[in-house]
């Protein structure tokens, strides 16, 4: 398969390389990095990016779901040259002997172990180069030696000496370091190795053979003192045949040779040693050096090596805790480097899948790392930390008041307003999974800015942010329903909800908030002051849900529970809600609320039937924190565990 390998380091560039679907992609960067050598860029530091998503080394093509002449983007590990700049800023100021010429030293861009396998590719590659063009000049000897051998005693020779020069002409491979091989001959290469290298021993034995016979032949006929006069029988052909069948055989033995050293460098092929180099799981001290000691781009690439540690397997993760690397990790979170900062952040995120691991982390203090790059720049570094605090909340019902604890709230509150598609969908999870904590519930119910960001995120595009968003408010409306009545927006948003999606989830979860709204006649009033009043709650009971119909019932009997409201609600046309359930009510309860509503908004005494009504049915609040009791009922299922994000 071909793959198109684009970057904006390269902007007039379009890389092609050559792999199969079993290839690692490891495989695939040594092919780049020996293109950048040939380039004089091997020191560029760079990762592949597939469909939005980055590519990890240890994984296959077939893995990561690359398709043939798929196009892939080599992204820079450092990618914001702002960072590198002002640290050249902050060298300069803190030299006393200022110097306008003199550069920061980032460091090496490839670790020394990749180095090395890249140079002793290179050597393979070229000594592969040097053997083909000798091979092609023992070819351009030997038919100058079938021209040769029209002159001796056994001139018939030039047959089969003519058909292996031939068929070595014919199959012999093109190879060029840069370029690599050229033509069809290359892909039967070992083939022609084989045969070329059996023919060559063949003629080797025949021309061996005939040149001692000859040489016999000669010693017998008392040829020793040649090119002193000739005795009986010894002539200068035979002379010449026997000097000849050696030349040749000397010449088939170098190429038997030359056939059998290519054998053995043909068994290498581009990225080999490179692939070993970079999968190679590095000695975690060295790593753990090289991040601590080491340069700019020495620490870079330490932190990338430990994320693609952490996420090769379970016990690379404990390795790099048992050697520290958690603690260094956390510092490096912090780093003033956006690439160090990133990968520092996703290599956390990969050891915090382990519950073990979590605890540790917690004590070390590097929730407040996490939450601290909630404000970073870098939408990818946002998001590996929201990852890492989702594990955390998820796995641990005691590291949750870890998280709120210095701010947190805050910092969540900033990724939830600030950050992306991607990050409020992890952030509203966190909310969700804090909120189900009574006295995290408190702390966020306290406080109007966690309510602001629910409110904002339930204006994503993504349905799982909006769905966790308004599960989190329905939880703080059970703690304080003064909080999330005093979200303006919010009710807009559940009014309007209906001309945006035809999801019942949602429309169960709206419903539900929207019964805490009708709590005071305050609210009472805005919500009859909306045009979309009637048009939403008509909606909600068209639908096939049992307890949306309840809950829609509900609200319209909270909202003629004044004799002011019940008038300014016949004037909207709520009796056609009623009316509606009632005809196409899915069970008793729900017929019931709707009969008894249609009768208190026809009836003359309506204040008091309406009192009577409320009073058969329960008080409003006990109805509403009633459904979200313990064990979680029906009307609330989706609140369960088994609803909280993955």
Not at 34 to 39: A, C, F, P, T
Not at 74 to 84: D, F, I, N, Y
Not at 103 to 127: H, P, S, Y
């Amino acid at each position: 398969m071909l793959l198109y390998v684009q970057s904006k380091s390269f902007p007039h560039k379009t890389f092609v390389v050559k792999c199969k679907t079993t290839d690692t992609i490891a495989r695939v960067r040594a092919h780049m990095l020996y293109i950048l050598y040939e380039m004089g860029r091997v020191q560029h530091q760079f990762r592949f990016r597939y469909k939005g998503q980055y590519l990890r080394d240890p994984y296959t093509m077939e893995e990561c779901k690359i398709v043939d002449h798929a196009v892939i983007t080599m992204v820079p590990m450092a990618k914001r040259q702002e960072s590198l700049v002002d640290l050249q800023q902050r060298l300069m100021e803190s030299t006393d002997d200022l110097d306008p010429s003199h550069e920061l030293d980032l460091g090496k861009g490839q670790t020394d172990e990749v180095m090395k396998a890249l140079e002793n590719e290179m050597k393979i590659f070229t000594r592969r180069e040097r053997m083909l063009a000798g091979l092609e000049g023992l070819l351009t000897a030997q038919m100058m030696l079938i021209l040769l051998a029209v002159f001796t005693h056994y001139w018939y020779s030039i047959f089969w000496c003519g058909v292996f020069w031939l068929y070595g002409y014919i199959r012999c491979p093109k190879y060029s370091r840069a370029g690599g091989f050229i033509g069809i001959a290359g892909l039967k290469r070992k083939q022609f190795t084989v045969v070329y290298g059996i023919m060559s021993l063949i003629n080797f034995g025949a021309s061996l053979g005939l040149g001692i016979y000859t040489t016999v032949n000669l010693l017998s006929l008392q040829c020793a003192s040649y090119p002193e006069p000739l005795g009986p029988g010894c002539t200068h052909t035979e002379v010449y045949t026997a000097g000849f069948f050696f030349l040749h055989a000397l010449v088939m033995l170098v190429s038997c040779g030359l056939t059998w050293g290519l054998l053995y460098n043909f068994r290498y092929e581009v990225g080999d040693l490179i692939e070993k180099a970079l999968v190679l799981t590095r000695d975690v001290e060295k790593v753990m050096e090289a991040a601590r000691m080491g340069k700019v781009k020495e620490r870079r690439t330490a932190a990338y090596e430990l994320a693609t540690m952490a996420a090769s397997g379970d016990d690379n993760k404990f390795r790099i805790v048992a050697e520290g690397g958690l603690e260094l990790l956390i510092s490096m979170g912090l780093s003033t480097d956006a690439a160090t900062q990133e990968y520092s952040t996703e290599a956390m995120a990969e050891l915090l899948t382990v519950p073990a691991i979590q605890d540790k982390f917690v004590e070390m203090g590097g929730i407040r790392t996490l939450t601290a790059v909630l404000h970073a720049r870098d939408q990818r570094v946002v998001k590996e930390a929201a990852t890492a605090l989702s594990y955390i909340v998820s796995d641990s019902e005691e590291n949750k008041p870890a998280i709120v604890a210095d701010h947190g709230l805050e910092d969540l509150c900033h990724a939830a307003r600030h950050g992306g598609k991607d990050v409020q969908s992890i952030v509203s999870g966190v909310f969700l999974e804090l909120a189900f904590n009574p006295d995290i519930r408190a702390q966020m119910a306290s406080l109007n800015s966690p309510s602001q960001a629910l409110v904002q995120m339930c204006r994503s595009s993504d349905t799982d942010t909006q769905r966790f968003s308004l599960q989190t408010l329905e939880l703080l409306a059970i703690e304080s329903s003064s909080t999330i009545c005093a979200q303006e927006e919010l009710l807009e948003y559940l009014l309007s909800l209906p001309a945006h999606t035809v999801d019942t989830r949602l429309y169960l979860l709206s419903g539900k908030i929207l019964l805490y709204f009708t709590e005071t006649q305050e609210s009472c009033e805005h919500l009859l002051d909306s045009d979309r009043l009637k048009d939403t709650l008509m909606q909600f009971s068209r639908t096939n849900d049992l307890v949306l119909q309840k809950v829609t019932a509900k609200i319209v009997l909270a909202l003629i529970d004044a004799p002011h409201l019940l008038m300014r609600a016949q004037h909207l046309g709520l009796q056609d809600i009623f009316l509606h359930i009632r005809n196409n009510a899915l069970d008793r309860d729900a017929w019931n609320m709707a009969d008894q509503g249609l009768a208190l908004m026809q009836s003359e005494h309506a204040h008091k039937a309406a009192k009577g009504i409320m009073g058969s049915q329960g008080s409003l609040k006990e109805k509403g924190r009633g459904s979200f009791s313990s064990g979680r009922s029906q009307s609330t299922a989706s609140l369960d565990r088994s609803a909280r994000p993955s």
